[in-house]
């Protein structure tokens, strides 16, 4: 079966041939630096004056915005503050503009003295270049130049993140790189498109923060949420090169159309505007729907009243950029009205999508297929489209996570084919089944990035949405799915916590980024073991006592090493600090404690209270006051006793058995625990092989497969001759029926419906193939378990008739596999305790 093969995919397939694929995110800018490093540089200023910035009013708004944004950056790294104008004039300038809407630009390309070839047409291209004798009575020009609006802004505000202000300057009130002068180097520079076309972030569950937050902070007059907060939001999603949002709805929360301002600013700032899977047609219904004005919500009873509903909408915002989602669901996040069977369901989805489209040509463009559409088959909608015959292949297929990280389908053949495309709906935050994690953000880096670069393998290229809670705390995973939607090839798998860092180097400076990034990546990883707002929901297999222990242990050493380096802080420093770093680690720390270290309990609540009216009344002058809430949705009322295992048999080794010669694992107990990533040796398929993921797994590695469009193997004789194998040296003192217990993560096959597999022997002995639990009903309680968990656990039975060396061997049988842990014992425990043994490798 022909796959195409992305970015992603290629960097693969090079690392296996022993090439090195990209280390960081790619660059984005000139280098800026204090002191001219050639003669050729630029300098934006010098002798405490700094250059006009030119740009022409006829050019889109978002220019201008961008020009005055700009020269407020300028000020903040050297207190020299440029003027902004119209008119070019002076020794040196720089230059602002867009091709075809920028008269100075336009001069320059007629001239020949610039040269836009390289980004002209492009989507969301920009470049920077010096040109000598722009103008009459000009010497130079360092001119930015997009091929449209937003690569204009982009272009912008790329400088002033090299310049030295963080994207998260007025968010995290990170504090901006200080210079007297300022000279940009390494000109001319062309960006790379984007290689996701609309990327953006889903404010959402915003009760406890975003909402009360811009409520009383921002927009008083209205006491909501309104356009002073949007305007934030829209300046963050360009600084972050993002072009898409899906804005706040909760109950409760304004419609953000209900204030025309809103629609009109997000034009201004060049945003493309959309909405909820469950929000068809820029539609908010918890504000919007009036049933007295339109009657039912149902499209078999009221099909007229809705279609008029949704029509409204486009007539008013048809004018603006948006992404326009299609179908229907109920009023909030329900399953659409009109009962009747899944196959008349579907049928109707159909229906209402054709009506749907036949307003966008009346509204918008009669050339439908070039208007942005999505459809996301979100939860009960899922099954649905899998009954749908004729969904029209323009409109973009925004396939959803299952709201815990793991994307629960991926276009197959066919459906790569479509002109629409596909996108990806994903989750940092989430209220819902099994359990809610609004508080604080704690996916790890690495399973977004295995999760989108895999959807992005299959053709998932023309949106990646991100549901980010109230913004904060999620700032750092933000950045890093955003840096990720514009270059999915800067992640190979080992270089995680090295894109990681590039942010907080950024931020934080070289000298620290090192400790920051590796005490977030110790973070990343507790947490993936256990959400702190899980810790407070029992486990079908809890906690052993020592498991408890040295999980209580493990946070106090992380909350030393960042207590360490707060200590050493400058004072600028110290919010940003607190706001990315202390809280979340501090809070998740002692939520670890107060369930897991007896009689802690009030203590720890007590502490975590005073962290947050820190974080909402000290920090930046009282600046988010109502954002941070430790009890979103009612938390603290959901938390139960956690019942803490006292079966220690498998837990405390007594055992060591004497070292079998060439063996890397040792049994110990009656079991061999290995870490996947500790492999003896590595064999190759003939298309595939196994990779190692940093940031994976619980002890913070995993053994995944590259590239992700591998062929299955589903046969002995397949997987013996093309599959990729892991080997495992193995010393066993006793001879028997051994099990072969395999930890794996959650995921979803990339075959649609069929389980995710991987295959076993041992020495000689023919693959075994296993399949991991498969469901995709969020009520099934082996997922919700293994979703809480971030584990999915299967086992293989195997004889073994003499004692000594062996070879255990794990095969790749279905792409997108991600093994974790690997334990043999002859125990016949039911499960071998939360965390598991300690790994008994040969020492």
Known sequence: MKRAIKFSVLASILAIAGFTAPTGFCANAPSVSGTPQNPSDFPLVRGGLAVPIVYDNADAKVVGMASHLFAEDVQRVSRAMPVVTNAPGGSDVVVIGTVGHSANVDELIASGKLNVDAIKGGWERYEIQVVEAPFPNVARALVIVGGDRRGTAYGVFSLSEAMGVSPWYWWADVPPRKMSEVYVSSIPFVSDAPAVRYRGIFINDEDWGFRPWAAKNLDVE????????????FELLLRL??????????????????????????DDYAIVMGSSHCEQMLRNNISEWDEKTFGEYNFVTNPDGVLKYWEQRIRENGKFENVYTLGMRGIHDGAMPGGGTEREKAARLQTIIA????????????????????FCPYKEVLPLYRLMTNLQEDVTLVWPDDNFGYIRQFSNASERKRSGGAGVYYHASYWGAPHDYLWLCSTPPALIAEEMTKAFDYGADKVWMLNVGDIKPAELDIEFFLNLARNPSAWNGTNTY????????????????????SIMAEYYRLNFQRKPEHIGVPAKVPFSESEAGQRVEAWKALVARVDAVKSGLSADLSDAFFELVDYPVTCAALQNEKFLAPGRRESAQ???????????????????????????????RNERTVVVSTNEDLAMPVQIVANVNGADFTEDNHCVVMDAAHASQI????????RRIVGLGYDGKAMGISPNTAATQVTAEEILSSSPCLQYKIGLNEPGNWRVLVRALPTFSVDTGKPQRYAVGIDD?????????????????????????????????????????????????DPGIVIDTIMMDTTGAAD???????ETRHK
């Open 832 to 838: 071998p305790g939360y965390v598991w043994p300690a």
């Open 498 to 517: 090295d894109l990681l860092k590039e942010q907080i180097e950024r931020d934080f400076g070289a000298t620290r980024a090192t400790e920051i990034t």
């Open 355 to 374: 009506d749907q489209r036949d307003m966008i040509a009346r509204n918008v463009s009669a050339n439908v297929a070039a208007v942005p559409q999505i």
């Open 241 to 266: 090169r993002a072009n898409y949002l899906w804005p706040a709805m909760h109950p409760g929360t304004h419609a953000f159309n209900s204030n025309s301002e809103d629609a009109k600013l997000a």
């Open 606 to 636: 007590a502490e975590i209270d005073r962290l947050t009216d820190s974080y909402n009344n000290r920090i930046a002058g009282g600046k988010w006051r109502s954002m941070m809430s430790d009890n979103p949705h009612e938390m603290h």
């Open 222 to 233: 209205s006491g909501n949420v309104g356009p002073k907060a949007y305007a934030k939001v």
């Open 683 to 690: 064999i190759p398929g003939k298309e595939a092989n196994w």
């Open 765 to 813: 002995e023919r693959p075994q193939i296993v399949s991991l639990p498969l469901s995709q009903d969020e009520r099934n309680s082996t997922w919700q378990e293994n979703v809480m968990r971030d584990a999915a656990l299967t086992a293989s039975t195997h004889n073994i008739a003499e004692s000594g060396l062996h070879t255990l061997k794990i095969w790749m049988v």
